[in-house]
């Protein structure tokens, strides 16, 4: 057996309110692959940033190679040798590969040498990456991998990787555990947190699993089922959605050749999409991350118009109206981005109901607004979707993440729209509550309604949707019936593993 | 270790507070600061706030002086708070102002000597229209152009001021004046004359065109969908273009209104109080203004004490001026600590402060 790398014995840390980490305590080995898994808010992120120095716990000890561990900021963290992968990258778009590394360096090599080291670890750990070019232009897999290397530049031994797979295709995927594996056989511990079981059971030696703060087990992934893993990081079994048996009726949305400019510098421009939705049917679109996923929302909600005959409802040329438009017609929207874009962050509970509410849902008189009555309709959102909230008067930055999805998603659905576009409907939110918004997606589509959703969970995209299509490079693949879809077509869909190569592993 | 939070969302109380501890600090600094110059500090504040409302001797003078100086203060800020919500930053009310008082003045004298009960009304309008025209320049440029506001309308603020100086002395100057500058005198012209409507209260039609505006101020932006969407847009743009506003709507609305009501407090000054266009009639009324809009945290009721308020302090001036020998810079600078001491106590509405070591949550 190998040694302890790292032991956490009885770590707590409290945020007022809520006990983020009680008394958890496991042991990460050398070269072992560990998973740490867990819902949203059941207290990962803590934990890991208790490891990294970020958080100082309020008791409990850490060792680490047996000699106390107690990093005051992540740079003492990074001197003992952890190194962190972020979930959300922090690199910046203007400049090279190379500078972003030596950004994140206590002391950079001279340019030159700094790429040429770039060079060796991509090479050996098959992340072939350019030092000279503009982080801007890369993709998300590709940003993965600056993160990634200015890591294994630090030589580390313990690699912390914070839901590294949420933005890259399957096949992108497999080659990171190669990468993974290939730096566990030389001894680096990982420890890998995520809340994708199947992705746990095929790379992870061990699993330690978090509930509401405290460890529930620690146990070998490989030798549990997913359902069983399932249940212990929730608690109790919840109710997987249910799709209805539904005709499909007419076509409602008719995309044809729909092609935008992109917004920015950064953007992606959308090429020649084209697609029908029916009533009563759900079209999932996959696809990584800045794959013009933003882009379609905003051609289809109406923020960015095209020629009118591009995006049709039921015939009708709607593509060069505004969202109130279309609103009026019963095209309604979600987009990813709760705070700032679905909601206005200092605005109330009731105020964002009226953001999009205000006309379908009759809340102004001769553009006068009827506060009791907005007033009414947030509430029943906040009813009807369980959205946990002191009252329909606090602001939206107020709420958690999940809520406040629960709650832009739930003011779309109560307006009973004819067709809906959401983009990452469930992102954020706990397994109990993203279970409950895709039920009330089916239920729209079983009353009729058309859907798109856009997301990057293919798992959610497998559970609604009746036809998958994937974005790549803001081109749209060729959509496909879910059943019979395997995972390996989808990868390919969402453009395979772009140029990626496999960890020499042998070399 | 000190530091400070977040809040989670707004102090309400701290909302209504950091004007009440602005106005204070300003007083304790400024009693400082009037101590250095060597002027009794106690007695100069007293003199500032107390004595312009209730000393036996000046107040039956500079009481109805709170109105006619509070009145353009208001007019300006209401329509300038309005465009502030949405994040527009007019800055050049001041020009919008002088330009108001042109036009209204000009269409006014084109009809000389006529003694038809129109000629103020078209006044009011023409001024109104002046100012709103003015303002239209940033807005058209913002839109088409993509052009800072902040910075054609200061810069058409000293374009306003020069054209004020020649017409003031060419084209409007009054041909009975004896080669003096400046216009004809409206108070000697009973058609065109913005008199006081209660004797000794200071009361004009450009008082009552403010309180008018802050009730349709307060409607709009707390009741109305254009209102919300004005503050939407202010708060989170993204959002509002979710929503569906326009944004080129929002500038053309909240310029146009702001350079409106300027452009009315011009011609209410000119046609009142200050009697006739001069090269100097306008006393910065458009640049206090922005310090009243802040003052009154953006809001109509606040705007309107705010305004008595700045009005006060200016009246307060002039007589610490007059009285103890204050310097004009030390009021003006007075008044501008108000503003500074303002923003310091805002942080702790969107902040609350906190003791002892960072914590990330």
Known sequence: MNDVLLGLEGLTKAYPGVVANDDVSFDIREGEIHALLGENGAGKSTLVKMIYGLVKPDSGTMTLRGAAFEPAEPRAARAAGVAMVFQHFSLFDALSVAENVALGMENPPKPRDLARQIREVSETYGLPLDPGRTVGTLSAGERQRVEIIRCLLQDPK???????????????????????????????????????????????????????????????????????????????????????????????????????????????????????????????????????????????????????????????????MGPTERRALGVLSGPEERLGHAAAPDMSLVENAVLTGADRMGLLSGGFINWPKSKGFA?????????????????????????????????????????????????????????????ALLNLAANGAALVVISQDLDELMEVSDRFGALNEGRLSD??????????????????AHDMEVAHVDA | MLRLEKRPQPSQLWMVLSPIIAVFLTMIVGGIMFAIL???????????????????????????????????????????????????????AEGQYIMGAICGAGAGLAFYP???????????????????????VPAVLKTRFGTNEILVSLMLTYVAQSILISVSSGLLRNPEGMGFPGSRNFKQWDAAFNAELIANTGLHWGVVTALIAVIGAYLLMSRHIMGFNIRLTGEAPRAARFSGVKPARVVFFCLGIAGLLAGAAGLFEVTGPAGQLTGSFNAGYGFTAIIVAFLGRLHPVGILLAGLLMALTYIGGELAQLMLGLPGAAIQLFQGMMLFFLLAADVFTNFRLRFGKKGVA
């Open chain 1, 158 to 320: 313990l690699l912390i990787m914070d839901e590294p797979t949420s933005v890259l295709t399957p096949q992108e995927v497999e080659i990171l555990f190669e990468t993974l594996r290939k730096l566990a056989s030389e001894g680096t511990a990982i420890l890998y947190i995520s809340h994708k079981l199947e992705e746990i059971r095929s790379l992870c030696d061990h699993a330690t699993i978090l509930r509401l703060g405290k460890k529930v087990a620690t146990c070998t992934p490989a030798e549990a089922s997913a359902r069983e893993l399932a249940e212990m990081m929730v608690g109790a079994s919840f109710e997987t959605p249910q799709k209805a048996d539904r005709p499909l009726g007419e076509v409602m949305l008719d995309v044809r050749g729909l092609s935008l400019p992109a917004p920015g510098a950064f953007g992606t421009p959308l090429r020649e999409i084209s697609f029908q939705v029916r009533a009563g049917e759900v079209l999932g679109l996959g696809g990584v991350a800045g794959n013009g996923q933003d882009e379609l929302l905003a051609a289809l909600s109406g923020e960015r118009t095209t020629g009118a005959d591009v995006i049709r409802l039921r015939d009708q040329p709607i593509g060069n």
């Open chain 1, 379 to 439: 509430e029943d959102v906040i009813r009807t979707f369980d959205v946990r909230t002191p009252g329909s008067g606090t602001a939206a930055r107020a709420l958690s993440g999940g809520n406040l999805q629960k709650f832009v998603i739930g003011r779309e659905v109560l307006q009973s729209p004819e067709v809906l576009i959401v983009n990452q409907p469930t992102w954020g939110v706990d397994a109990a509550a993203a279970a409950a918004i895709r039920q």
């Open chain 1, 479 to 496: 959509l496909r019936p879910v059943d019979g879809l395997t995972v390996e077509e989808i990868g390919l869909m969402m453009g395979g």
């Open chain 2, 38 to 92: 060597g002027k009794p500090p106690f007695e100069a504040i007293k003199v500032i706030f107390w004595d312009p409302l209730f000393n036996d001797q000046f107040a039956a003078y500079s009481r109805p002086q709170l109105l006619v100086k509070a009145g353009p203060l208001i007019l300006i800020a209401i329509g300038l708070s309005i465009g502030f919500k949405a994040g527009i930053w007019n800055i050049g």
């Open chain 2, 114 to 136: 006529s003694e038809s009960f129109l000629i103020f009304p078209a006044m009011v309008l023409a001024g109104g229209l002046g100012g709103w025209a003015w303002a239209m």
